[in-house]
């Protein structure tokens, strides 16, 4: 089906996540220890963990339009 008015935006890159490289340091060493609790070898991973947490700024979320209002969109370039 082809509609001549019909625009599709494509996908923006992927978010830059904060503390990624601490929390995969922090299973890697529950993995690696067995120390879920992280009172032994991974205390100090549980604690930078904890650091970049308080430190890196809070996820906001975008607007997304439903799907409603994307078939109100529609329906006025089929009529």
Not at 21 to 33: E, G, K, N, Y
Request: aromatic share 6%; proline share 8%; glycine share 2%.
């Amino acid at each position: 089906m082809y509609i001549e008015k019909l625009k599709v935006r494509p996908r923006q890159a992927a978010a830059v996540r904060p503390c990624t490289p601490q929390f995969a340091a922090m299973l890697a060493c529950w993995s690696a220890t067995n120390d879920i609790m992280s009172t032994g070898a991974c205390a100090e991973s549980a604690k930078a963990l904890m650091a970049c947490m308080r430190t890196a700024p809070a996820p906001t979320r975008k607007h997304k339009p439903t799907i409603n209002y994307h078939l109100a969109r529609l329906g006025k370039t089929l009529n």
